[in-house]
């Protein structure tokens, strides 16, 4: 029973995030669970057992989610959210995290390829905030899948003569 109440309650707080990543989800699951264990000992020998676990499973996920999404990779998360919408949007999207800040341009107007899939060529870069010389680009193209998502592609370089 109160490991499924752990468990519940561990959904319940990764379904209060909107797009959550797969380091909040575990974040959120290891610390729901360490957290119950924490609290359930926590109330050895007295009668609160029942009470300290789901709330130490609580204090647990939430801890846990936020560790988690500190070990994700937040700038490639933001570089390919802006990414998918510029492909998206048609506009222009600019990011910023932890030291790092980028773009994504529009370059041109947007195509349908030949398997009736709309199309975008965009400029993506990124660099240190601190050492400009850093600087990375790259041109890719992204089309839209029948589902929805977005496939991004690096195109092939050209061959040199």
Known sequence: ??????????LVLAACASNPTEGEIWGTSAGAVIGGGIGRAAATGTHFASTF???????GAAAGYMIGGYFDPQPQRLWAAATVEAAETGKDVRWESRGLRGDVAVLGAGWTDGGGRPCRRLGQTATHADRPDTAYAREVVACALSDGTWEVVVPPEEPES
């Not at 029973?1 to 309650?9: D, E, N, Q, W, Y």
């Not at 676990?53 to 204090?59: Q, R, Y």
């Open 1 to 10: 029973m109160k490991i499924a109440t752990a468990f519940a309650v561990t």
């Open 53 to 59: 676990t789901p709330v130490g499973a609580v204090a």
